[in-house]
């Protein structure tokens, strides 16, 4: 699934990182009744600069479109700003649907992230504070 195939992600790499956030109680999924697999996953990594930080949101392509990466995201917000302050989000630059979604939801620029996840690749690092939580 893009972005991370385009990233260069292999599914074993994303599967270990997936179990590691599952063993540490981080992951959320969307289902629905009698689904076989879940619709969205997301990975939610506590206490990073005085917040939380999405580390991964994916939404099935099949069912982009629906609400689901919205509800992900509330449920985040709603675990974070009980107990933090911020919570952060990043995108690859050249993710326009993706930021455009963290921007409907809020969350505003806070800074560029050169080859952070791999060289020549640039992310933008957003934050929406329990103060703008909509």
């Known amino acids: 699934m893009e972005p991370w195939m385009g990233l260069g ?8 990182f997936l179990r590691r956030a599952a063993a540490d109680r981080q992951v959320l999924f969307a289902s629905a009744p009698g689904a076989r697999r879940p ?11 005085l917040g939380d930080f999405v580390a991964l949101l ?4 099949d069912v982009a479109r629906h609400g689901i ?9 709603s675990q974070t700003f009980g107990v933090r302050r911020w919570l ?5 630059a050249g993710n326009d649907g993706a930021l455009r979604f963290y ?15 791999r060289d020549g ?13 909509g």
């Open 9 to 16: 992600y292999s599914d074993k790499a994303l599967s270990a």
């Open 39 to 49: 619709l969205g996953v997301l990975v939610l990594q506590p206490g990073v600069l």
């Open 58 to 61: 994916a939404v099935r392509p």
């Open 69 to 77: 990466g919205r509800v992900l995201m509330e449920h985040a917000e």
């Open 88 to 92: 952060f989000v990043s995108a690859d």
């Open 103 to 117: 921007r409907k939801l809020g969350f505003v620029r806070v800074g560029r992230l050169p080859d952070l996840v």
């Open 121 to 133: 690749h640039t992310e933008i690092l957003l934050r929406k504070g329990k103060s703008t939580r």
